[in-house]
């Protein structure tokens, strides 16, 4: 739908790639098997604070896995033909191989085409897709792709920097360390100039 003032509104816009189909979700089937993992692990179910766990996994589950439905502002773009950068999203997720905690922050940039998006909806996006069984490599990639379909703007930079609770908590036990992903496209890709200044932006945060 386009408005008078050139905005448009992109409803439901499609989230390729998708692990997890929220639609899918079975709240009680859910419970049930945290029942039986609590129970596999030793847990004794008997013990009262323990009663409304398995409830509890199955919710937070669902609130980490269910996309908040959004819808894409787009506006006509009025000549500003520079990067638009968005920093320090901060994003929490859950890592596709050990069902941990991994989070951080995004920084979403694009040099716009023809049209623009409303800027609280690149937290959008970025939330979206954190609300997955993920890789950060993944979702650094969906996201450059979802911008790039939806604007079809002149480049887009998207970098990711995160810590992963499955190194921080366990395995090497590594806190503090920080993995970081980038995906850049068009302009942002071809032209040193406009790659470095997006660099240079970012990593002044
Ligand atoms: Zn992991």
Request: net charge neutral; aromatic share 6%.
């Amino acid at each position: 739908m386009t408005h008078r003032d050139g905005e448009r509104r992109a409803a439901a816009p499609p989230m390729p790639g998708r692990i997890v189909d929220a639609s899918r979700l079975d709240l009680d089937a859910a419970e049930r098997a945290a029942h039986e993992l609590l129970r596999a692990i030793g847990a004794d179910l008997d013990y009262p604070g323990l009663a409304e766990t398995p409830r509890r996994i199955a919710a937070s589950l669902a609130e980490l896995l269910t996309p908040a439905e959004f819808t894409a502002t787009l506006f006509r773009n009025e000549r500003y033909d520079e990067l638009i950068l968005v920093r320090d999203i901060s994003f929490q997720s859950l890592c596709m191989h050990h069902l941990l905690p991994f989070h951080g922050v995004a920084h979403v940039a694009y040099l716009p085409g023809d049209c623009i998006i409303g800027i609280s909806k690149l937290a959008r996006v970025v939330e979206a897709f954190a609300r997955d069984l993920q890789l950060q490599e993944r979702m650094t990639v969906q996201i450059a792709d979802w911008l790039e379909q939806e604007l079809s703007p002149r480049g887009v930079g998207v970098v990711l920097s995160a810590e992963h609770m499955c190194m921080t908590i366990r395995g090497i036990r590594k806190p503090g360390a920080r993995t970081v992903t980038s995906a850049v496209r068009g302009k942002l890709r071809s032209d040193a100039r406009t790659r470095e200044e997006f660099f240079s932006l970012v990593e002044r945060c």
